[in-house]
């Protein structure tokens, strides 16, 4: 079974700083695709970040960035220059064959000023 | 802007009762979704549709069932609500798993 584990319930960071949330994941697929979403207090869950399992090179989206490294089966996203705004839970999410996507339990993020 | 929208942001029904959850997109997305989220278990997926009239179960499909007339619209249906079912439901639509899950804003259900 396809099972996404993040082992850290909540996270904290000073504003500014630098902060890596962990994310692993367990499949015998090779092709598949990879997601961090981030659901502010609003609720509203947003894409953050995608990784194509077959490219090499890690996503990047302005502060946010992606580890990815697939033999080792880690998906974890650092975000540069924490920001209060960055406060949140964050999922990771992976799916391949289907559009079902499978869910970590996720983490709480909380920027300290 | 795409969206998907759910009608309700809250809602309180009492136990037995018949409880429904609207689901609307407007990007034209064959596939939706409904999931259900609780604290330290993540999303768990309740059940997905791939087209109009075509459902399948997810993970935990017990005690819930879908209508899908129209492609823009998912129902989820509780046919008999009981107080196991007090959740945050959230909806999500995608055109392709390349692009990632759109999002509704969630209904926070509380059954009493």
């Known amino acids: 079974a396809q099972t996404v584990t993040q082992s850290q319930p909540e996270m904290s960071v000073q504003e500014a700083e630098t902060v890596t949330l962990s994310c692993t994941y367990d499949?015998?697929?090779?092709?598949?695709?990879l997601f961090w979403y981030k659901q502010p207090p609003s609720r509203q869950m947003i894409l953050v970040i995608r990784q194509e399992a077959y490219k090499q090179q890690n996503a990047t989206e302005n502060r946010f960035s992606v580890n990815f490294q697939k033999a080792a089966k880690s998906f974890s996203l650092k975000i540069s220059d924490s920001q209060l705004g960055d406060a949140a839970m964050y999922f990771c999410a992976f799916t391949s064959g289907t559009y079902k996507y499978i869910f970590g339990t996720g983490t709480r993020l909380k920027v300290l000023a | 802007d795409v969206k998907v929208t759910q009608s309700s942001r809250y809602l309180v029904k009492r136990t037995g009762e018949k409880v429904f959850l609207e689901c609307v997109q407007d990007?034209?997305?064959?596939?939706m979704f409904w999931y259900r989220q609780d604290p330290g278990l993540g999303l768990r997926l309740i059940y997905f549709s791939y087209d109009v009239k075509m459902k399948e179960k997810g993970d935990i499909p017990e005690g819930y069932s879908v209508s899908r007339e129209k492609k823009e619209r998912f129902s989820l249906i509780l046919e008999s609500a009981s107080t196991n079912q007090t959740s945050m439901y959230l909806c999500?639509?995608?055109?392709?798993?390349?692009?990632?899950?759109?999002f509704g804003s969630g209904t926070r259900l509380t059954v009493v």
């Open positions: 999500a639509s995608t055109d392709g798993r390349v692009y990632g899950y759109t």
């Open positions: 990007m034209d997305h064959e596939n």
């Open positions: 499949t015998s697929e090779s092709d598949y695709y």
